[in-house]
């Protein structure tokens, strides 16, 4: 079976300082992506939304995730841990400080369908989905 990728890129007049800052924090999502709501399950450490966070968003579909790396204003990563018919999902987002002061969002994932023959399906609407969130996450941060 066939590894899904996404890999979406946005810019954001924000420093990156300011992008990781909504990023990281579960509480501002229901702000400005598309989810009705978003709120932690279990704490990470050492800060409620670090490595281990369990995060539980409702919106287009239910999702739980796990955070699963952080580097202050320069990398979130996170895996899906049910809501989509996938699995070994798993997306990177880097933060890259511009020339002009801003951000240049990298959010890459990739995935294994439980579907044979969903892959890019799959691909197509969760990329659609991601996409959105990136430009949405770098015009709240701007």
């Known amino acids: 079976m066939r590894t899904g990728r996404i890999d979406v890129?946005?810019?954001?007049?924000?420093?990156?300082?300011?992008?990781?800052?909504?990023?990281?924090?579960?509480?501002?999502?229901?702000?400005?992506?598309?989810?009705?709501?978003?709120?932690?399950?279990r704490e990470g450490s050492?800060?409620?939304?670090?490595?281990?966070?369990?995060?539980?968003?409702?919106?287009?579909?239910?999702?739980?995730?796990?955070?699963?790396?952080?580097?202050?204003?320069?990398?979130?990563?996170?895996?899906?841990?049910?809501?989509?018919?996938i699995r070994d999902y798993r997306a990177d987002v880097h933060l890259t400080p511009t020339a002009s002061g801003g951000t240049e969002i990298s959010w890459r994932s990739s995935f294994t369908a439980k579907i044979p023959g969903t892959t890019?399906?799959?691909?197509?609407?969760l990329g659609a989905f991601i996409e959105e969130t990136a430009r949405r996450l770098a015009s709240a941060a701007g």
Request: hydrophobic fraction near 45%.
């Open 9 to 41: 890129h946005a810019v954001s007049d924000a420093p990156p300082s300011a992008v990781f800052a909504l990023l990281h924090d579960v509480s501002t999502w229901p702000d400005w992506a598309d989810f009705a709501t978003a709120r932690l399950e």
């Open 120 to 125: 890019r399906l799959i691909e197509k609407r």
């Open 46 to 85: 050492p800060d409620p939304d670090g490595v281990g966070a369990i995060r539980a968003f409702t919106g287009q579909a239910n999702t739980r995730e796990e955070v699963v790396a952080v580097e202050q204003d320069r990398h979130f990563a996170y895996v899906l841990l049910s809501g989509i018919p």
